[in-house]
């Protein structure tokens, strides 16, 4: 018998003990002490085949130096750094093309403000510019669940980059 429930070995310590409170502390000092294993409702009685069972499976679980599967997993690590690298390019690309377009729409907005028209017709078609602004990034967090900062549209669109070049 290698193992028990935990009742039958507070009842075994009962036999041997003047308590129950006593028992329960004696069954608690042979589990410190690691003469037994308790995990859960199981106690072990003989813990150093625990151990040389584990000690197996642990042993067989470690891949060889020479394992193929261990140069299959550096292979696709060394794929997967190229396509985060690739993605990471895209991603700042989009970002900066936004940041042109920005800056573009800021120049105009300005040149119409001070050179063609005034900023009694300018300051509404700002506000609306800006309202469409908001309204997007709202949809973008409402779509993606993701905060609508330059930080959150860098790792969504990543994400996406990554896994389209995934699956190419």
């Not at 690298?85 to 093309?97: P, T």
């Not at 509404?124 to 330059?150: D, K």
Request: glycine share 4%; hydrophobic share 40%.
């Amino acid at each position: 018998m290698n193992s028990i429930s935990y009742s039958e070995f507070v009842e075994i310590c009962d036999e041997f003990c003047c308590n129950r409170e006593q028992s329960l502390d004696f069954a608690k000092m042979l589990d410190e002490s690691g003469s037994v294993i308790v995990l859960g409702d199981v106690v072990f009685l003989r813990p150093y085949q625990v151990a040389k069972s584990m000690n197996k499976i642990i042993s067989e679980s470690i891949a060889s130096p020479n394992d193929p599967r261990r140069r299959e997993l550096e292979q696709m690590e060394k794929q997967k750094a190229l396509i985060d690298q690739k993605a990471q390019s895209l991603v700042r690309g989009e970002l900066y093309f936004g940041l042109g377009f920005l800056v573009l729409q800021t120049l105009g907005f300005m040149r119409l403000t001070f050179w063609e028209l005034t900023w009694d017709v300018m300051e509404p078609i700002c506000f609306f510019v800006t309202s469409i602004h908001v309204v997007l990034a709202y949809g973008f967090f409402l779509r993606t669940s993701t905060e609508p900062t330059f930080e959150g549209y860098f790792q969504r669109r990543f994400k996406v980059k990554q896994k389209k070049l995934m699956k190419t």
